[in-house]
């Protein structure tokens, strides 16, 4: 599979709109670990599961997504920036292969919580990098299945 095929898509208007031109991305999921030692088991560190936690963090082109003639169909660091400004949770997909209906999709809900633009000079093209940090669970199934 072929990492370009990987999309990260926010829920936005009734419509999944995909995160455009991204140069990468990433889904990062962590369980904490929960350590006792006890008389039951002396000398032993046991070890249980705690707590789920994941992000999603992206890099990508800037374009514009929100201001007439932009590419509305789509979101970019100018659309996530109105929405983390209004500490907005956004429901999001990962699909991990657009080329294939069957591929797996992964979807959740989370916070903007870092978000940045590199306004380059010159014929360096604008930048940005997003991170989004999970809230609740990631699931397997399309929380918006009439779309």
């Known amino acids: 599979m072929k990492g370009e095929n990987g999309i990260i898509y926010i829920y936005e208007g009734a ?3 995909p995160i455009a031109c ?3 991305n990433s889904l990062n999921t962590t369980v904490s670990v929960i350590t006792s030692n006890t008389k ?3 000398g032993v560190t046991k070890k249980t599961a705690g707590t789920f936690d994941y992000n999603l963090s992206m890099d ?3 374009i514009d997504t929100t201001t007439a003639g932009g590419d509305t169909a789509k979101v970019s660091h100018d659309k996530l920036f109105l929405l ?3 500490k907005t949770l956004v429901d999001w997909k990962l699909d991990t292969n657009v080329t294939n ?3 797996t999709k992964y979807f959740g809900t989370a916070l903007i919580t870092d978000l940045a ?3 380059g000079s010159g014929d360096e093209v604008t930048t940005f990098t997003a991170t989004f940090d999970g809230d609740g669970a990631i699931s397997l199934t399309n929380t918006h299945p009439s779309v």
């Open 22 to 24: 991204l140069t990468s």
């Open 40 to 42: 039951c088991f002396p």
């Open 117 to 119: 633009a590199d306004f």
């Open 101 to 103: 209906a069957t591929s």
């Open 15 to 17: 419509a999944w709109k």
């Open 84 to 86: 983390q400004q209004a």
């Open 60 to 62: 990508g082109e800037y």
